[in-house]
Every structure is written in structure tokens, then in C-alpha cells.
């Protein structure tokens, strides 16, 4: 264990298991479908009426507005719908429950938190800040996704979590997103559908094209393609399912930041959305993008994928492009350096690399940074968040495996100019799961996906065993002195 002082904040943040969401819950089979339409169709007025009111009466306050979200669900199955006379609201909003259920976002674990300065500082007392932490949520079927948390640094290194709202919203899904046509196609090329039929989709789109313009162009390509072929479907079947994983997503500016969640939207996503690593970037020219790096997961294969916000208000998801684009754990430095984006990833399951491009959203050629060198970190290392700049180098947060599985939480140093270079690594953990924090859906396991320096501090939270998360902070001139700067 590092001889480093550690401050255990008294702030533990658990999972919920009622805070809820209400998603689709429709059965596979159109049979069963149009049977539960039918029985709702049998129903007097009164009779769906009563049912409403005892649907409202049992979960309106367990939602900010489960009307919208009853309606919505109906216009999913209301292809089934195989009446001609005009339905009532009430009936809409019925059958809409009928295909509705309530899905508990955080009840089996929250944590892998990330932590980045809040956009909006004013207020702030001085010498504090306020902060954003991203965590991931998991509940029933295991199937994760992104919540947020704000909270305060105060001058003293106090730490001081925003009050938890007990809703939780989904955001409005963008129905015509934009793309850019070039990163459309070098994606289509990697995934071995840079062909006539796409070249006839893509070829009359502007550089930057919207969702509606790209399907009139597949409708116009299926109807003029004849005879039709496997090939010509799969081709569009890629694209449409190319589409569908980048999108634009939208909250209310009247949701608190607890209250917004991102929950899987694509498919290849369906499974999961895992340990977003979220930076603050800053361009040479001064302008602010909020990046995160996440892992897409569909039950069988991992994606790695980006999130790009401003305002964690809108948030645009995108699949990410090059060689280098597999396995999990890629951490974007909070700048460019000479000139290159730069970027952490794990390509082998076992080392940690580097890479860099004169594009965010395309990545090659990776170098290996890191090999497991102590006894902590034997089976594999990662890292634990994107690079933190410091007079010193590059302060890398790492995770180590060793013998049990057991994951603890390490550092590194990259020189700033280049930082291909290592000035040193801890020969000792910062952070080993004991006690009670070794307990948990994942048992043995410390982990981070992001920490920050304030006022001459690190501050790191970290999860525990895969359950609920926690907040250490430590002197930044300590642990750069151990890291021998």
C-alpha cells in the first residue's frame, strides 16, 4: 500500500433501487401482441377508465410525466392496433401501459465514476468548485447506462454531493440527427460495405446530411436496384444500423442533473453502456468539448464509442473509426499535444497503450506505454480515466489486476511534451479494496473511470467491488514526488 496520506471523504454513493424509469415492454410475438391489444379493444370505456385511473393512482408520482411516456409506448405497438373506429385518450393511454413496464436504473450497482469541472461556475464561492460526476448504473438483466451527479469542492477540500432528485428521465431522442459524410464512410469501409450499393447511397449526400435525407437515399437506391440481391440488403441493412448508433440526444434544461439519465438507444448498445470516461478538452483556440469515451456493449461484442456534450443538456453519440478503435478502456488527453489529439486504450487486454491523431473521432496506430511490472498488477493494467496535467508530466491514474482478480488502483507519469515517455510509476497501490469495500457484485475490486486536481489535491472517486461508490483525495506534490518528479 502507497505511504501516500489518503482523505476517505465521508460521501458513499448507493444504488437506488427506486429510482426508476418506465420503458417499453412489448412481447416478441405479434400473436401476443394483438391478443393484449384485443382484450384492451374489449373493454367498455368504463372498464378501460377504471384501469387507467388504478394504473395512475399506482405509479403518477413515481414519474415526472407518465402520461407522455404511456402515449409514446402506445404509438410503438399502434401498427397492432386492428380497429378502424377512433380510440379515446384513455384507451391510448391503457393499452400504452399494458405495454409498459418500470425498469429500476441503479438497483444492482452505481459505480465507475468519472468527475470533471462543472460548465457553469457561477456562484462558486472562491477557491471552490462545483463538479459533475458520471457513473454507471446497473440493474435488472444487467444492462448499464449513465447517470450524474453535481456536487462542490469547497476551498478546503470538502467535498459535498447535490441533493438526489428520486425521478429520473430519459432524454428526447433526435429523430433527424446529422452526419458527416466522410466519417460515414470510412466507417462503412471498416466494416467491409465500401461498395457500389453504398457508394450509390452515399454519393449524392452533401458533406454534412441529415437521417431523412440518408433514408429517401437507401429508398431510392432499394427501388431502382433490381433484381434485388443479399448483398444489396445487407448494404443497407449496414447503414440504417450505422445510423442508428450515432444520434442526438436532448433533456430539458428544467431537469435537475440527477434527474437525466442516458440509457441504451442502438443496438449495438443494447446490452450495455459502460464506463464513460468523461474529459474536459480544450482546443488550442480556448473552446470547451466535453468528450467521453465509452464501452458500447450488446450481450456478445464491445464497441468503443464517443460522447460529445457542452452542456450535458445535448449530447451527440458516435462510433468512432480507425484500426485502433477495440477492446475497452480508451482515456482522450484533456488537450492536444504538438498539435495531435492523444489517446489511452488497452489494445491486448493486458498492456497499456498510446496513440494520437489529427482526428478525434479516428485512431491507428497505437504504441505500447505500459507493460504490468509489480506483483498488483501481474494479470493485466488499464487505465482509470483520462491523463491530468500537471507542471510535472502527465499524471496518469491506472488500475492493476493480480493474483484473486484483484483490482487496485496505481499511478504513472508521462512527460507533457512527449508523452510516449515515462518518468515513473508507483511501485506500491494507491488504493487496495479492504473491509467492507471488498464486498460486491464483483468482490476484490477498486476501479475509477476519471479524477481531477483542485486546489493542490487529487481528488479521486472510485468504486467498490462493482457496488456503490466512494471519494479519496490526496496531495498532488506527495504523489508526484513518489512518482519521483
Known amino acids: 500500500m502507497s505511504v501516500i496520506e489518503l482523505r476517505h471523504h465521508q460521501t458513499t454513493l448507493l444504488p437506488e433501487s427506486a429510482r426508476v424509469i418506465l420503458r417499453p415492454f412489448i412481447p416478441g410475438s405479434t400473436h401476443r401482441i394483438t391478443t393484449i391489444i384485443g382484450r384492451a379493444l374489449a373493454m367498455s370505456e368504463e372498464e378501460a377508465l377504471r384501469d387507467l385511473e388504478a394504473v395512475l393512482k399506482d405509479f403518477d408520482s413515481r414519474h415526472v410525466d407518465i402520461e407522455s411516456v404511456l402515449m409514446a409506448n402506445f404509438q410503438k405497438v399502434l401498427p397492432h392496433v386492428f380497429t378502424q373506429r377512433p380510440l379515446s385518450k384513455v384507451r391510448k393511454l391503457l393499452i400504452g401501459a399494458l405495454f409498459s413496464g418500470e425498469y429500476a436504473l441503479e438497483s444492482a450497482a452505481l459505480f465507475n465514476p468519472s468527475i470533471v469541472a462543472h460548465p457553469d461556475q457561477n456562484g462558486v464561492p472562491e477557491g471552490a468548485l462545483r463538479f459533475i460526476m458520471s457513473l454507471r448504473a446497473t440493474g435488472e438483466g444487467h444492462i448499464s447506462s449513465i447517470e450524474f ?79 434485388s440481391t443479399q448483398g444489396l440488403s445487407n448494404t443497407l441493412t449496414c447503414i440504417q444500423w450505422l445510423a442508428d448508433s450515432n444520434y442526438e440526444l436532448h433533456f430539458s434544461p428544467k431537469l435537475a442533473l440527477s434527474e437525466r439519465i442516458i440509457f441504451p438507444v442502438s443496438a449495438n448498445e443494447s446490452n450495455g453502456i459502460e464506463d464513460a470516461r468523461f474529459v474536459r478538452f480544450v482546443e488550442d483556440d480556448g473552446a470547451v468539448m466535453y468528450y467521453a469515451t465509452y464501452t458500447a456493449y450488446n450481450g456478445h461484442a464491445i464497441l ?78 488499464g487505465n482509470c480515466g483520462s491523463p491530468i496535467e500537471t507542471p510535472a508530466g502527465w499524471l496518469v491514474i491506472t488500475h492493476g489486476v493480480g493474483a484473486m ?16 515517455k515515462v518518468i515513473g510509476r508507483l511501485r506500491e497501490p494507491l488504493l ?16 475509477s473511470c476519471g479524477s481531477m486536481v483542485h486546489q493542490g489535491n487529487l481528488i479521486l472517486p472510485y468504486a467498490m467491488s462493482d457496488r456503490a461508490t466512494a471519494i479519496v483525495s490526496m496531495s498532488l506534490d506527495d504523489l508526484l514526488h513518489e512518482l519521483g518528479a
Open 304 to 381: 468503443p464509442q464517443l460522447i460529445e456534450t457542452q452542456d450535458f443538456l445535448n449530447f451527440r453519440v458516435l462510433t468512432l473509426n480507425g484500426a485502433a478503435v477495440q477492446n475497452k478502456g480508451m482515456a482522450l488527453f484533456p488537450r492536444r499535444i504538438n498539435g495531435n489529439y492523444a489517446m489511452l486504450s488497452r489494445q491486448d487486454d493486458e498492456n497499456l497503450f498510446i496513440m494520437f491523431s489529427d482526428n478525434p473521432h479516428y485512431w491507428s496506430d497505437p504504441v505500447i506505454l505500459l507493460h504490468p511490472a509489480e506483483n498488483w498488477e501481474t494479470v493485466k493494467i
Open 149 to 227: 451527479r453535481s456536487g462542490l469542492i469547497s476551498s478546503g477540500g470538502g467535498i459535498q454531493i447535490d441533493p438526489v432528485s428520486r425521478f429520473v428521465t430519459v432524454p428526447e431522442l433526435d429523430p433527424n440527427p446529422s452526419y458527416k459524410k466522410t466519417l460515414f464512410i470510412v466507417k462503412l469501409h471498416e466494416m467491409g460495405f465500401d461498395n457500389g450499393a453504398s457508394a450509390d447511397v452515399m454519393e449524392p449526400l452533401s458533406e454534412a446530411f441529415t437521417r431523412s435525407e440518408l433514408n429517401r437515399s437507401v429508398l431510392r437506391v432499394r427501388r431502382e436496384t433490381q433484381p
Open 405 to 420: 482478480r484483484k483490482y487496485c488502483i496505481g499511478a504513472a507519469l508521462l512527460d507533457l511534451d512527449d508523452p510516449t
Open 432 to 447: 487496495v479494496p479492504e473491509g467492507d469495500g471488498r464486498e460486491g457484485y464483483v468482490p476484490n475490486v477498486v476501479y
